[in-house]
């Protein structure tokens, strides 16, 4: 199973830019996909969650209402449309795959697969 995340590159602040993660390689079981994300310096954090079947989300506080997550089945991708984006967005964005639930969307632990990351630089 592989993650191949796109989409990342340099904006100004207030632009928006949309992530795409592609699932491939055998069939798997898939509870849920989401984004993290890790600035210089920083721990990786949570940003946005979804749920495979039922497409429930979960956003952190601090990209709650300018990033929104969506997941298209058919093609075995998950986005990250990101609005509004402020230069403490800068960081290395991960996607991650879970095959089971085992507890709260937000938490790295819980995930099986990761991707290579893509780097989104917000800068005048």
């Known amino acids: 199973v592989q993650l191949q995340a796109s989409g990342g590159g340099l904006v100004q602040p207030g632009d928006s830019l949309r992530l795409s993660c592609l699932a491939s390689?055998?069939?798997?079981?898939?509870?849920?996909m989401a984004w993290f994300r890790q600035a210089p310096g920083k721990e990786r954090d949570f940003v946005a969650a979804?749920?495979?079947?039922?497409?429930?989300?979960l956003y952190a506080d601090s990209v709650k209402g300018r990033f929104t997550i969506s997941r298209d089945t058919a093609k075995n991708t998950v986005a990250l449309q990101m609005n509004s984006l402020k230069p403490d967005d800068t960081a290395v964005y991960y996607c991650?795959?879970?095959?089971?639930?085992?507890?709260?969307?937000?938490?790295?632990?819980?995930?099986?697969?990761w991707g290579q990351g893509t780097l989104v630089t917000v800068s005048s």
């Open positions: 991650a795959s879970r095959t089971a639930y085992r507890g709260n969307l937000y938490q790295a632990e819980f995930y099986d697969y």
């Open positions: 979804i749920t495979w079947g039922a497409g429930n989300t």
């Open positions: 390689g055998r069939t798997f079981s898939r509870d849920g």
